[in-house]
C-alpha cells in the first residue's frame, strides 16, 4: 500500500519563485492535512480539509493557498515564496474516526 | 486557543533507567495522540487515548491520559537505545494541535 504520497522529496527555490508540493493518499480517506515542521519544532497546522471541494484555515495558513477536487489529492501551492517558509512540509489524511493520521514521507524545501 | 506543551524538551537518559514525558494542554479534549520521529524522518503512531484513565502499554512505553487535569503522560520503562527519537503529543480538538516534542537520547 502507498498510503500517503509527496512530492517531491527535495526542492530549492528562489526568493519569489512559486511552486506546488504534491500530495495523494489512496486510502479514501476524507481528511487531509498539510503541516510545517521548522528545525527542532513540533507540527504546525497550515491548512486542512474534510473532503473534496471543502477547505479551511489552519495555525499558519499565510503565504499558501490550497485546493481539493478529489478525494485522493490535496496540493499545497507557494506563490511568492519567502525565506521563512524554508522547512518540512508533511501531508497527512485521516478519518472522521477518532484514528492517528497517515504521513507521508515530508518534503524538504528551502527557500533562497 | 488550544496549546499543547512538553516537557522535557529535551531527555538524555541512560540505559535501564526509568523516566516520563508530561504533556499538558490548555482546553478540554478527550483526544491525544502519540507519536514518534526518527531522524530526518516522518512521523509514526505510537498511541491513541480517548477517554480520562485510559492507559495504552506497548513494549517500553505507557501512556496514560488525564482529561480532567488536562495532562498525558508517556512512561519510558528500563530505556534501550532503539527508543532515542523525537516524541510528540497532539491533542485534537476540530483540528490537531502538536507539542513543541521531546528529543530523547538514550546512552549506553
Known amino acids: 500500500n502507498a498510503g500517503v504520497t509527496q512530492t517531491p522529496k527535495f526542492r530549492i527555490l528562489k526568493i519569489g519563485q512559486s511552486m506546488t508540493l504534491q500530495c495523494t493518499q489512496d486510502?479514501?480517506?476524507?481528511?487531509m492535512y498539510w503541516y510545517r515542521q521548522d528545525p527542532g519544532m513540533g507540527l504546525k497546522l497550515i491548512y486542512y480539509?474534510?473532503?473534496?471541494?471543502?477547505?479551511d484555515k489552519g495555525e499558519v495558513p499565510n503565504g499558501y493557498n490550497v485546493s481539493r477536487s478529489t478525494t485522493e489529492d490535496f496540493p499545497l501551492r507557494l506563490e511568492l515564496a519567502a525565506p521563512s517558509q524554508t522547512s518540512v512540509y508533511f501531508c497527512?489524511?485521516?478519518?472522521?474516526?477518532?484514528?492517528?493520521?497517515?504521513f507521508g514521507d515530508g518534503t524538504r524545501l528551502s527557500i533562497l | 486557543e488550544l496549546k499543547v506543551e512538553q516537557n522535557p524538551l529535551f531527555l538524555s537518559m541512560q540505559e535501564g533507567k526509568n523516566y516520563t514525558i508530561y504533556c499538558n494542554y490548555s482546553?478540554?479534549?478527550?483526544?491525544l495522540y502519540w507519536y514518534r520521529q526518527d531522524p530526518g524522518k516522518s512521523l509514526e503512531s505510537l498511541f491513541v487515548?480517548?477517554?480520562?484513565?485510559a492507559v495504552k502499554q506497548e513494549g517500553r512505553l505507557m501512556a496514560s491520559l488525564d482529561t480532567k487535569a488536562r495532562l498525558s503522560t508517556l512512561h519510558i520503562t528500563a530505556a534501550v537505545h532503539d527508543l532515542s527519537a523525537t516524541y510528540f503529543c497532539?491533542?485534537?480538538?476540530?483540528?490537531?494541535?502538536f507539542g513543541a516534542g521531546t528529543r530523547l537520547t538514550v546512552k549506553p
Open positions: 482546553t478540554t479534549s478527550d483526544r
Open positions: 497532539a491533542v485534537d480538538l476540530n483540528d490537531m494541535r
Open positions: 487515548l480517548l477517554s480520562n484513565g
Open positions: 486510502m479514501n480517506h476524507n481528511y
Open positions: 497527512a489524511s485521516g478519518t472522521p474516526e477518532p484514528q492517528p493520521q497517515h
Open positions: 480539509s474534510v473532503g473534496a471541494g471543502i477547505t
